[in-house]
């Protein structure tokens, strides 16, 4: 009996994980749909300025610990995978809102909640992820009790900034491909195949 429930969870924590994937690849590729339709609303001078800035700006999430690279992501525990994709996504829930009017008007997002909807949701799947990768044991993650240092900056932001307005847009982007990476290798990690390779 004790094997058919084992089996029962796994299958059930297979289930959440796949539809955590899609999910998170399904924000990924509205950020790269939101970006590329700001970018083809800008006039050419724009475009320049813009291509300029990104790779010396700062996301308020990179203040969140995660690994540096591709052989430090294969190296993590699917814990950590899990938390630091909880956490990047806890992150976008304030900014979600900022975001969603920064491109209202050139894009078709549908309700302007339905971006922060889509993210809570998938913080929910990745939460219940976490507790059954815990098994019942305590949750000691250190990082639960840090307050989240991104709600202030966003509030500064104006509609009409075009730079900020793109680095919105571009962090998001980033944010959305580190956490379906983090996904994909726990996901692969789960299954006990040695070849997660990204």
Not at 78 to 104: A, C, D, N, Y
Not at 127 to 150: R, T, Y
Request: aromatic share 8%; with cysteine.
């Amino acid at each position: 009996m004790r094997l058919l429930v084992n089996q029962g969870r796994a299958s059930d924590n297979q289930r959440l994980f796949n539809n955590a994937v899609i999910r998170v690849q399904h924000l990924h590729q509205l950020a790269a749909k939101m970006i590329n339709d700001f970018e083809d609303s800008l006039l050419p001078e724009e475009r320049r300025q813009l291509s300029k800035i990104f790779p010396l700006s700062f996301c308020n999430s990179d203040y969140i610990e995660a690994p540096a690279g591709k052989d430090e992501t294969q190296k993590s525990s699917m814990l950590k995978l899990l938390r630091i994709s909880f956490h990047l996504i806890e992150s976008w829930e304030f900014p979600s809102q900022s975001l969603s009017g920064t491109v209202s008007n050139s894009l078709t997002v549908g309700n302007p909640n339905q971006l922060t909807e889509k993210l809570a949701d998938l913080k929910m799947g990745i939460s219940v992820l976490i507790q059954a990768c815990l098994d019942g044991q305590p949750n000691m993650d250190d990082n639960d009790s840090l307050p989240l240092p991104f709600e202030d900056f966003y509030l500064t932001m104006g509609e009409n900034n075009l730079r900020e307005s793109f680095r919105l847009l571009a962090c998001f982007k980033k944010d959305m491909h580190k956490v379906e990476t983090y996904l994909r290798v726990a996901n692969c990690r789960r299954s006990l195949d040695s070849n997660c390779t990204l």
